[in-house]
Each structure stands twice: as structure tokens, then as C-alpha cells.
């Protein structure tokens, strides 16, 4: 085509051009053998020498060289046009350092395509080309991100108002059930989950993934750990070991904190966090924080973790169960027993987040600010607010309704006990043979030590008062 000629791309600024700089990588087998290698590297110096780019690749193939220094040669020059190679601003294409540079390729021809066609606008086109590469961030500054950057704001407020409540004295026989320095690192638990939601804005490192973990999960522990040590020093049998933990209250406090920090020392360290990118339903990129589950040991201690906190969530369960009348904390086992079960509920929807990909980075953003919320508001607006408001309405029949409850309860224990010796008692009958006799001897004792733990299990649940001896 001797009627064309190749020049450089034409530039809104004079002098100022641009061509993409690329290529093929070439490499050598690392797996074969040594005299392979060599030869190998030997073929490769012959196809970067200067007489191979000369011979073959400009006079033969009639293709552009690496090798700039021929561009000062008159007779390369005659085969291909130098000037325009000294004037080129090459732009370094992104294939090995960007990631889906494939995607990316594809979609800026499709673009450009569409406007070529007169399907998009220039403006349209452009904005297009832009989402390839652009991060979105869920941020303040939109109104939605405002709204929710305003709502969390007020949570923590609302948390930092209702802490006052325990230095009123008015209020004192509502918090009962928690010694006042347990009631502060309670509270500091729902602070930090507010704390974490801050970081859903204005984009992801993985300083702020880590961050995040860390008080999210000091969040749950700081929370659970005051309700597990009042259920069991409250416990309805006096045992040992509920003693011990009510002499050693810091000492058992500290020893599971330390267990969190020991577990978020490992998975920060073994790498396990990282920043993920991903692509909405609108082509928006933006970024969340994930586990890389390929590291070993930071998967193994992050499924302790996760074993960790459903323990302490049982055990809580358990122990409210058993707990569940006496007179004591009657009311405050009621309520801490819905805030366990909203808990759960809320733990459950977050194992299932993690599997749906939400596919819009306003709407993760949203929805995992509302999930701390949620923690938050059942935590500690319900606890120190909606609770006490129950409480004080219930105030005025207190006397009728322990009357009332305390007959229920008598009812309870005495029917469960016509039960259990219904139950265990013992049947005359007929001679029977000896293999017979050791086989029904040892069902029979099978079924009585059955029947014992289920009557203590049943006798701990409908027990009045804590720390007493129950048969």
C-alpha cells in the first residue's frame, strides 16, 4: 500500500503523542535439563542480536525492532520510517502488572466500537472506558453514604448517653445484674462495633480489613465475656468452680481476652486478610475485605476463631437455660435471652453475606453497617433503653406477678419430681434367667443414670436461687 504511510496518533497538545508499548514474553523452561538451558539461551542471544533484527525481522519480515540504535542506521531507515519511531511516546501496556487485563482490553474495543458506530456518546464512551479501572468507594459524600455515615454517628452517641445511665442512682436497681466495671467493658464491646463500621468508608486497605477484624471480633468478645462470667457465678448448683471464677474475676476476664488477642496475633501475621477487587451488576469496581483460605495456617486459626465464638454463644445459651428461674435475675435472664437469639440471628445472616455476592458497592456498604447496627441496637439500646422502660411499667405489679410466678414455679418443680420417681421406680415380675437378668440389670442402670441427668439438667433449669445444693 504505497499510497499510506504510518505516523504517530494526533494529540489534543502539540508535540504529545502516544502508541502502546508491548510484546511477547519469552522465557526457558526451568524443568529441563542443563544442556537444554544453554542451548536454549544460546538461541535466544541469537534472536536479540543486532544481525538477526536487522536481517530478518526489518529486511525479511518487515516489522518494527527493539533495538533503538537502529534507528540511526540509513539503511534501516530505507525499510522502515525512523523518525516516526524517534518521535513516539510509548505508553507501557499493563498486561502483566494489571489485573484482568483481558477484561479490560476487551471492554475499551467494545466501547470504542459502540461510539464508532454512533451507539454511545463521546461523553458516554469516556465515562465507560473510566469504570474499567476506577474504584468506587461507598463514602460520606454521597447521600446515601452521608444518611449512613449520620446514623452511625448517632449510635455511638446513643451508646456513650446510655453508659451515664449506670452513675444515676435512680437507675441502679435496673443494672443490677452486672457489677458496674462489667457493665463498662460491656458497653466498650458495642463502641468498638460501632467503631468498625467507620471503616466501610472511603475505600479498603488492608490496614483497614485488618483493623476491622480485630474490633469486630473484640466487639462480640468484650460483650459476651461479662454475660458469661455473671452466668456462672450465678449458677443454681454451688460448685467449685463457679467460686473460683467469682474469686479470679479479672484473672478468668483477661484469660479469654488473651485467647482473642492470641488468635488475632496468628491470623495477622500468617497474611490471611487481604483486599479483594470486585465488579457490580453496573461494571463499578470496589473493593471488600476477604481470607485468603489458601494460607494454611491463617485458615486453620480463623476457623478457631470462628469455633471460639460459637463456644462462648452456647455456653451463654446453656447457661441461660439452666438459669432460666431464678428469682434473682429473673427478668434479666428473659432479656438477655432475646438479645442471644437476635445474636444469633444476626451471625447466622453474616455466614450467609458471606457466601452471596451482594454486586453493588453501595448496597455492601449498607447492608454491613446495618448488620453492626443491628448488634448495637439489640446489645446495648435494648439492654440499657427498651429494657428498663419494660421494667419500670412492670414496677407497679411487682408484687402480684412474684406471687404469681413463684406458684408457677412450685407447680414446675413438683410435677417434674412425680415424674422422675415415676420414672425410676421399680416393678415387681416374674423369675427371669440369669443372661437375661445381667441384661436388663444393666439397661435398667443405663436408663437410671439417663434419667439422673436429665432430672438435674431439668432441676438446674427450674431451681429458684443460685449457689445452693441440689439433689
Known sequence: MSNYKITTLPGKIEGVNGSVFGGFIIGINKNIKNEKKTAAFEVLKYFFSEQFQREVIVKHLHLITSLTKLYDDDEICSYINCEMMKEIQFYLRPSATMKNYESFSRRTIKYFYEYLNGEKTAEETLSNIYDITYIYNFSYHSTIGLIMFIYTISLLHIIIFTMSFLFIPKLKKYFSFLSLDLWIVYSLGSILMVLSCFLYFNGKTKKKCTYYYIMSELGNGLVYIPIIYKLLINFPKKNKYSELIKRKK???????????????????????????????????????CSYNYNNKLGTIMIHIQYFFNISLYLTSYILLFLEWNISETFYDIRHFSFVMIMDGINQLIIIILYYVNLNNYILHGVVHISINSLFVIVNQIYIFIIRIIILSLTDTNEITEEEFISNLKRFNVSSTDNKYRKGISVQKSEPISDSSENSTSFSNRESENSGLYKSKFISYHFSTSHGKKIK
Not at 496468628?266 to 486478610?273: A, E, G, K, R, V
Request: net charge neutral; glycine share 0%.
Open 250 to 288: 479479672y484473672i478468668f476476664i483477661l484469660f479469654l481476652l488473651s485467647i482473642y488477642f492470641i488468635l488475632f496475633t496468628t491470623i495477622i501475621l500468617s497474611d490471611l486478610i487481604y483486599v479483594r477487587q470486585n465488579i457490580d451488576i453496573n461494571n463499578k469496581n470496589y473493593l471488600s
